[in-house]
Structure formats: C-alpha cells, structure tokens
C-alpha cells in the first residue's frame, strides 16, 4: 500500500521527534528533557510536535507504534501456508535479532522504560496497539474472523511471551542471548502450557 507525500511527510515528522525524544531521555534522563528540547532536536516547533504526541513519554516510545505497523506487515508478508506460529517466530526474531539501528533503539528504549515507571503505561498502549495488529493479521492469515478467539489468544500470548523473554534478558543484564530466551518461550507457546518442562539436573 503506497501513501500519498503528505502522509509520508507526517511520518518523517514523526519518526523524527520519537527518535529526538528517544536519544535526548538516554542521553539526559526523561526528567532532563523537555519538549521544547526534543523539537528544537527535530527541527519543528513545540505546537508541531503536540500535533503528533500528547507528552514527551508518549514520544519515548513512539517507535514502538511503527514497530507494530512495520511487524504486522512482516507477518503478513511471510508465506500463506506457513503454521502461525513459526511465522510469528520468524517475525518476532526479526524484531530484535542483529545490530541494526532499529534493534539498538529498541534495546534503549526498554531498559528506559525498566528505569522510568511513568513511561509504562505509555508502552503498554503500544503493545496493546501491537497485539490488536498482530490479532487482525493472524485472523486474516486463518480465514477467522477478527474477534474469534484464537486470533486475539494467540497474539496476546505471542505478546506475552516476548515481554517475558525481554525481561528475563534484561534481568541478566545483557549477559544471555535475548533470542535464546525468545526461543525457549515460543517454543512453551508452540508445544503448550500443559505440561511444564522437566527441571534441569
């Protein structure tokens, strides 16, 4: 689906006061920041930029609403006979797997949250955002419809499971492999919860 320039306008505005916003909390602290800093950063004026956000938190974790169009679209992309869940797999390991720009900012922006509770329930829309997009294309992908069950269950414990996994990684401070634990949790997912996996010896 192509859009028109003013819409791709909008986005690059956008894109461009979360990443301001995203560089200047790490850098500064979300308390050391203010919106006239994030765009003068991004090159609009502070009434541009309440066009866009409602608070700088909301503009911290923007990207993780282009992170839900952007996965969404890359899950709809993958091969139409392929089960579910190792499209989600193949997808959700795309999301933070390697060393581009967009996994690095990711990786900031969730160690900013774990420091700062008032960005919480700003990320939690976000996911909510995600988990709603990912639902519509698994409903789709299944010839379901939209509010069947198995398509809101399924992206709720895919979502579930990743935020999980992050944790469990950061917990670790970096230590282990975050696909690793992505893995093992979509594979609980993709064998069932019905039987727990044997302790280790």
């Not at 989600?88 to 922006?109: I, K, N």
């Not at 988990?131 to 399924?154: K, S």
């Not at 919860?193 to 044997?198: Q, V």
Request: aromatic share 4%; net charge negative.
């Amino acid at each position: 689906m192509t859009t028109g320039l003013r819409e791709r306008k909008k986005l690059r505005t956008r894109h461009a006061l979360g990443a301001a916003a995203l560089e200047l909390a790490v850098r500064h602290g979300l308390d050391g920041v203010t919106v006239e800093q994030i765009a003068e950063a991004a090159d609009v004026s502070p009434r541009t930029f309440f066009n866009y956000f409602s608070s700088k938190e909301e503009a911290v974790v923007a990207a993780d609403v282009e992170r839900a169009r952007a996965t969404a679209e890359r899950l709809a992309a993958r091969p139409a006979d392929e089960p579910v869940l190792v499209s989600v797999r193949a997808v959700v390991r795309e999301m933070v797997e390697g060393a581009d720009a967009r996994a690095r900012d990711w990786v900031r922006q969730v160690r900013l949250v774990r420091a700062n509770p008032a960005l919480v329930p700003h990320q939690l829309a976000a996911y909510a955002a995600m988990e709603q997009q990912f639902a519509a294309v698994i409903a789709e992908r299944t010839g379901l419809a939209a509010d069947d069950l198995y398509p809101a269950l399924t992206a709720a414990a895919v979502m579930s499971a990743t935020r999980t996994a992050t944790t469990r990684w950061l917990a670790s401070d970096g230590a282990t492999d975050l696909v690793a634990w992505l893995d093992e949790a979509l594979d609980l997912l993709e064998t069932g919860l019905g039987r727990p996996p044997a302790p280790p010896p």
